[in-house]
């Protein structure tokens, strides 16, 4: 059985602002001696947080952009914890939930299963069927019918373009996705990809175009089988 587990990888603000509250320094209760000075003075050099490519990576927050951000105020041990959590989904934002993706059962090696949806001003289903018959023909694609048994989504939304009374060609909105299970939730959930439009194609040319986005979406995912 192949099963991803994906996590949310941002890392809400607020989470970061409560981080750098904890690292405001204190008031002073007793005043500093020169000794003091020099000894707390030595232990920020060596305790201060710096910029790594993981705050990068897990904070999503850039070298350019650390000191702006406050992260630059934080002590390495408490910076190392935030990107620690935000590594292992934990750092405490309630949007934050594990998903696993994929079919329950393995597919065939080199070959996606793929769900299409259509939806919009296609009353008669041509589109839809234009659409699914153009897929239909890539490459190590199997066409299911549902997003459980999917390893990736293409979602369509068609408008029709009118001269009057009459057809000049469509406008197709579409987003691909991966079909996922909030584990939390015991919901569907999808991780998006690709965001696009198509304008004024017509029929035909529509779910060609649509076909050969989805095969290029697609690399990736035959490669990894």
């Known amino acids: 059985m192949r099963i991803r587990s994906v996590f949310w990888s941002v890392v809400a603000g607020g989470v970061i602002a409560g981080q750098m509250m904890v690292a405001q320094p204190q008031p002073q209760t007793k005043p500093k001696t020169s000794a003091s000075v020099k000894s707390g003075a030595a232990a920020k050099n060596t305790t201060t947080s710096a910029w790594t490519p993981d705050v990068q990576q897990y904070l999503g927050v850039s070298q350019g952009s650390f000191s702006m951000v406050g992260l630059n105020r934080l002590s390495k041990a408490q910076l190392d914890a935030l990107v620690i959590a935000a590594k292992n989904g934990t750092a405490g934002d309630p949007k934050r939930h594990a998903l696993t993706c994929g079919p329950a059962t393995p597919g065939q090696p080199g070959r996606v299963r793929v769900w299409v949806t259509v939806a919009g001003d296609d009353p008669q289903g041509q589109r839809q069927a234009e659409i699914v018959q153009a897929i239909r023909g890539l490459s190590g694609v199997d066409l299911v019918d549902s997003a459980a048994n999917a390893d990736r989504a293409l979602h369509v939304v068609i408008q029709e373009q009118t001269l009057g009374k009459r057809t000049i060609g469509y406008t197709a909105s579409y987003v691909t996705s ?17 965001l696009g439009t198509y304008t004024d194609p017509k029929g035909p040319d529509l779910a060609r175009d649509l076909a050969g986005m989805l095969d290029q979406d697609l690399q990736a995912a035959r490669g990894m089988r």
Do not use: Y
Not at 182 to 193: F, H, L, M, P
């Open 178 to 194: 991966i079909p996922c299970k909030d584990v939390a939730r015991r919901a569907d959930a999808e991780i998006k990809g690709q």
